[in-house]
């Protein structure tokens, strides 16, 4: 069962580069997220969509921007990458919002020098 | 936000039952009690989840107080791989979007 799957698994970016880290889940679930957990630190909320067709801020939304291109896929986006981007960021899906066990992706890890 | 207090490490035996605690002394009626762990260079794993009754699954068991300020999280027998960091959240049911608030979590280590 492939359940979450992240992709790139690492990358190194250069000040003001761009990238899109892929999420895709096989599960059917209706809500996915994305988390960034920086070094000895839990995971914090960038953004999330409840369903196909909506998202919504999280916690430490800004510098990013996500898209849901279809109930399977949920991408995220840096414009303009920041060493304070520096993270490894989590995908996560869940049958819905409301109390369900989350599931997470394995992680990209993201240097911006 | 309730928040969570949980010890930084605690050590246990191979073998060995582990008890990991968790406090939560401004819980709300409506905040479910959720545990995930992180193996190393892993993803988030869910564990288990209770709101005010015990809770038993097949990797662990859900202790809540009865004035549901603390809970514990049960490993009965721990293995090498139960390694990991342990992290108590609270999730409150009335809430719009799906935010989980984690802390820095309970990094336990067991001994062969």
């Known amino acids: 069962n492939a359940g979450v799957t992240q992709t790139p698994k690492f990358q190194v970016l250069k000040t003001g580069q761009s990238m899109t880290l892929q999420c895709a889940q096989d599960?059917?679930?209706?809500?996915m997220y994305w988390y960034r957990q920086d070094p000895g630190m839990g995971l914090r909320l960038i953004y999330y969509?409840?369903?196909?067709?909506?998202?919504d801020k999280g916690e430490v939304p800004n510098g990013y921007n996500v898209s849901r291109l279809n109930k399977r896929e949920f991408s995220l986006r840096l414009e303009s990458a920041a060493p304070s981007q520096t993270s490894v960021y989590f995908c996560?899906?869940?049958?819905?919002?409301?109390?369900?066990?989350?599931?997470f992706g394995q992680g990209t890890r993201l240097t911006v020098v | 936000d309730a928040k969570t207090t949980q010890p930084n490490s605690m050590e246990s035996n191979e073998e060995e039952p582990v008890h990991l605690p968790c406090n939560h002394s401004?819980?709300?009626?409506?905040?479910?009690i959720h545990w995930y762990r992180q193996l190393p260079s892993q993803g988030p794993e869910y564990v288990i989840h209770?709101?005010?009754?015990?809770v038993n699954n097949r990797m662990a068991s859900l202790a809540i107080a009865e004035d549901r300020k603390s809970s514990t999280l049960i490993l009965h027998r721990a293995t090498l791989r139960d390694a990991a960091v342990y992290y108590c959240?609270?999730?409150?049911?009335?809430?719009?979007?799906?935010?989980?608030?984690w802390g820095a979590g309970t990094k336990l280590i067991i001994k062969p």
């Open positions: 599960m059917n679930h209706n809500s």
């Open positions: 959240i609270l999730r409150d049911v009335r809430d719009s979007n799906y935010q989980l608030i």
């Open positions: 969509s409840a369903s196909e067709g909506t998202t």
């Open positions: 996560a899906s869940s049958r819905d919002r409301v109390v369900t066990e989350a599931f």
């Open positions: 209770g709101l005010t009754s015990n």
């Open positions: 401004t819980i709300s009626g409506t905040d479910y």
